[in-house]
C-alpha cells in the first residue's frame, strides 16, 4: 500500500523551501487539485500569482497524494521548488511582450529551467552531489 502524503507535510516543504529560495515573505497556498483544474498535462501549477500582493496559490495533482503511487517519477519537493521558481521569474517575465510569453518554445524553455534548477536545488541542498 503507498503512503499519503498530509497536507500538513505539503505546507511543511513549502515553507522550508520558501525560505531556501528567500521567499518567506510571500503567502502561498499550496493543495491538492484534479485534472479538470489543471488541464490533463500538469502535475502541478501555479496559480492566482501576484507581485503586488505577495501572494500566489500551488496546486498539485491529487494522483501525488499518493508516495509510492501514480507517477512516482517525480517527488513533491521538486514540484514545489519548480512552482516557487516560476514566482521568481515571473516578476522578470511581467515586462517581456505577451507575444513572447504566449510562445510554445518559450514556455518550453521556461519549463527547462524551472525543472533543471529544481533538481540542482534539491540535490545541492541535500548534497547528493
Ligand atoms: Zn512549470
Not at 50 to 72: M, P
Request: charged share 25%; hydrophobic share 40%.
Amino acid at each position: 500500500m503507498s503512503k499519503r502524503v498530509r497536507h500538513s507535510t505539503l505546507i511543511k516543504k513549502l515553507s522550508k523551501w520558501q525560505k531556501v529560495l528567500k521567499l518567506s515573505d510571500w503567502s502561498i497556498r499550496i493543495r491538492f487539485s484534479d485534472e479538470k483544474q489543471m488541464g490533463p498535462n500538469n502535475v502541478a501549477l501555479l496559480v492566482n500569482c501576484s507581485h503586488d500582493e505577495n501572494a500566489a496559490e500551488i496546486l498539485i495533482h491529487k494522483y501525488y497524494y499518493k508516495e509510492n503511487g501514480y507517477r512516482t517519477l517525480f517527488n513533491i519537493d521538486t514540484l514545489i521548488i519548480h512552482e516557487l521558481i516560476h514566482i521568481i521569474l515571473n516578476k522578470k517575465l511581467d515586462s517581456f511582450p505577451k507575444m513572447i510569453l504566449k510562445n510554445k518554445k518559450f514556455h518550453n524553455f521556461e519549463e527547462f529551467i524551472c525543472n533543471h534548477f529544481a533538481i540542482i536545488i534539491y540535490h545541492v541542498f541535500h548534497e547528493k552531489l
